[in-house]
């Protein structure tokens, strides 16, 4: 049995980096009190340029062996090479992650993965940096195949050039829900402090992740965040986490006498999606033979007055029926996108049959 699915949600908390024994002490001595279930620390920091606190390497390793004595509570920790892995196993390190920078790379998830093999760690894989869905379900599978039970994967976000962002990584939802639909064994935590690289988000995507179904949370926590080493601005209080911890909606459906009504909702929705797809269907018909008129009479495939036309009145018509004007024109993009895609694609080919 996946010990990460023990609870659902399972809370791994603790501070972005080792500095200390004593914080790691006031930490845990803070999570006896809380419904924690894993320590995590960053043993080995990945910082994006040099002269940056990197960890505090074999020396935190130390530290956390005690505190996983004291206080009985497993730990997690970060490694992105062979030797790594086999110092937190000297160390009696309970699990251990793989970094969003780590992830990304094949060689060094096989790297890491061969060091697995015949080992009793639980493995956390976190998404990539890139929102590349490949790389991650890759990343998993080559621990899958190192034969590791207890594993789970950790959506941090996403980086982006976007410097108005709320977020510091992207959340992308759609990944890490595509993720679980492909591998329904694996858990699927979320690593709510790196999205939001700010307190104030926390609680909101915390609880968005729980409303997705997610089965877990990471969350920074620090004795004294603002004097952190690395990550300051993102970590929370133990106290602070307390009041997000108890303040979290946790959605377990309370008996299933509403399956049935939900059961036949689901199959009205079902034959609405079947009459979209048909309507979707006889649509492209129609832009095929438009798209032979416009070849026949020289005219361009692409109109940007349609266009615009084409927007501002379904996105009117969706107002109408209560659907927000972004959503609408979203869709309507695809589906004009297709359009020109299916009209340049049929021209080419009466082009070349003329040719030919
Ligand atoms: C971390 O958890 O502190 C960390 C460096 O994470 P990520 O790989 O998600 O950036
Ligand atoms: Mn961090």
Known sequence: MNYFSSKKPYIIAGPCSAEDALQLATVSEAFTQLPIDMLRAGVWKPRSKPGHFEGRGEDALKWLNDIRTAYALPICIEVANKEQVELALQYNIDAVWIGARSTVNPFIVQEIADALKGTKLGVLIKNPINPDIELWSGALERILHAGIENIAAIHRGF???????????????????????????????????????????????????????????????????????????????????????SSLIIRTPIDDCSQEEIEQIRQILD??????????????????????????????????????????????????????????????????????????????????????
Not at 233 to 238: A, D, G, M, N, V
Not at 280 to 300: A, C, F, Q, S, T
Request: proline content about 5%; glycine content about 4%.
């Open 159 to 245: 980086s982006s050039y976007d410097s108005l962002s709320k977020y510091r990584n992207k959340p992308n939802w759609a990944i890490p829900i595509e993720l679980k639909r492909r591998y329904k064994e694996v858990p699927i935590f979320c690593d709510a402090s790196h999205i939001c690289g700010n307190r104030t988000l926390i609680p909101f995507v915390a609880q968005r992740a729980l409303d997705l179904d997610f089965d877990g949370l990471m969350i920074e926590t620090h004795p004294n965040p603002d004097n952190a080493l690395s990550d300051a601005q993102q970590q929370l209080t133990p106290d602070q986490l307390g009041q997000l911890l």
């Open 271 to 356: 034959s609405m999606d079947a009459e979209v797809v048909d309507l979707l269907g006889k649509r492209m018909e129609l832009v095929e033979k438009l798209g032979r008129i416009k070849g026949d009479n020289n005219m361009p495939i692409y109109q940007a007055d349609r266009w615009r036309e084409i927007i501002d009145t379904r996105s009117q018509w969706g107002l109408k029926n209560g659907l927000d004007a972004e959503f609408i024109s979203k869709l309507f993009e695809l589906i004009h996108d297709k359009s020109i895609k299916t009209q340049i694609d049929l021209l080419n080919t009466i082009a070349v049959n003329k040719q030919a």
